[in-house]
């Protein structure tokens, strides 16, 4: 709980949407606006403030105002897809620039970033997520962007993102951090200097499976990179549609008891399967054992999220074993919604993928914490 300094605390604000109704009939709730153009008077000047819904959803405002607020940033944007904000960033980048990218990311975002540079001419670096990993592959003139996750995908490698906004600004590049996975619940990466903060809005923002939406937030919605991003999403046609928007914004009222809730149950989950015999490994940030712990305490507050992987002593076979035998648990891929999920990440990423095989990714949900642990004791039994 925040302590009481007169502002209400960002779980009351998302609580409320941050909505006020300005239509004076007393929504308690904002509207969803559908219209995909608005009308002009006899004299041609627009009626209202908008003009085509792909340049800006009207729709999408309430929700954009929340995010920026609940990231302690100046403007939020909406988009299509995770992966359209990730694209609208990246492509404010010219032929002859350079990237320095975490290695351990959410395998999508790690491909098309391969191939988009390689056929625009834009260096690209993946390195270990230590600051000073990152710090070594910046080409000094060349980098524009440093790409982190944290945690990241599926090992949740923490990077110090204070630490990489340094390394970034002193050679001029900026800092982009994915932070899908921590939520404002947990981290605000624009306090600790980031430039940009990326969301795919699909996961835990939304938090119900049932919507796919990117976001981009900022503190420096002047400066000209910010003005390309605005571009590439207008012009690029990159928006999120009114529906989604409402949804969106719909379950991000329940932001905070939901991912607080999942924190607690994953931190429980890790903690009873540290040391049990059919486990070789838990990847937890918040387990003591895990290498990103000390940065994670200072730079995570309330919870370490909810999104741990297991590694199974009995490899790929016992992995896949437990996953077939799960009952609450469903198996499906995708992160952050109230219901559980587990899945065999490399079989997920395919025959190139760098996971190992005998890897569980659990995204864990708000079900009570006994049931979770009781549904994959029973899986395990029988590997
Ligand atoms: C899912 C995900 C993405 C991609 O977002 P989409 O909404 O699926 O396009 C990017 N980063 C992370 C960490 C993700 O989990």
Request: hydrophobic fraction near 45%; charge should be negative.
């Amino acid at each position: 709980m925040a302590e009481h300094d007169g502002l209400p605390a960002p779980a009351t604000t998302a609580a409320h949407a941050g909505f006020a109704d300005t239509g004076g009939a007393g929504d308690v709730v904002p509207p969803i606006r559908p219209a995909t153009t608005f009308t002009r008077g006899t004299d041609y000047a627009l009626d209202g403030p908008d003009e085509y819904q792909r340049d800006d959803t009207p729709s999408a405002r309430p929700a954009e105002a929340l995010l920026a607020r609940l990231e302690g940033g100046r403007e939020a944007l909406l988009f299509a897809s995770g992966m359209a904000a990730a694209a609208a960033v990246v492509q404010t980048l010219r032929p002859g620039d350079h990237i320095v990218a975490q290695r351990a990311m959410y395998w999508g975002l790690r491909a098309w970033l391969e191939d988009f540079c390689a056929r625009w001419q834009i260096g690209l670096d993946l390195v270990a997520p230590e600051a000073a990993a990152l710090r070594a592959a910046i080409r000094p003139g060349r980098t524009k962007l440093v790409w982190v996750e944290t945690p990241s995908n599926p090992t949740w490698d923490i990077v110090d993102i204070a630490a990489a906004a340094a390394a970034a600004h002193d050679h001029g590049a900026r800092l982009v951090v994915d932070s899908t996975v921590a939520t404002p619940v947990h981290t605000q990466p624009l306090a600790l200097d980031a430039d940009v903060v990326m969301h795919s809005a699909s996961k835990a923002l939304n938090g119900h499976s049932d919507v796919v939406a990117g976001a981009l937030v900022t503190a420096e919605p002047e400066s000209d990179v910010w003005r390309q991003i605005r571009a590439n999403r207008k012009e690029g046609g990159a928006i999120l549609g009114p529906f989604e928007a409402w949804l969106l914004l719909r379950g991000m009222r329940t932001l905070f008891p939901r991912v607080e809730r999942a924190s607690d149950n994953a931190r429980r989950i890790a903690a009873h399967f540290a040391g049990h015999t059919k486990v070789a490994a838990v990847l937890y940030p918040g387990l003591e054992s895990h290498p990103g712990h000390a940065v994670a305490t200072r730079q995570m507050r309330g919870g370490f999220g909810s999104m741990l992987s297991l590694r199974m002593a009995g490899g790929r076979g016992a992995a896949l074993a437990v996953v077939g035998r799960c009952r609450i648990f469903q198996r499906a891929t995708s992160l952050g919604g109230v219901e559980s999920l587990i899945e065999h990440r490399a079989t997920i990423e395919g025959a190139d993928s760098p996971v190992p095989d005998d890897l569980l990714r659990l995204s864990v949900g708000i079900e009570d914490a006994a049931d979770l642990i009781a549904d994959l004791d029973q899986a395990m039994a029988a590997v």
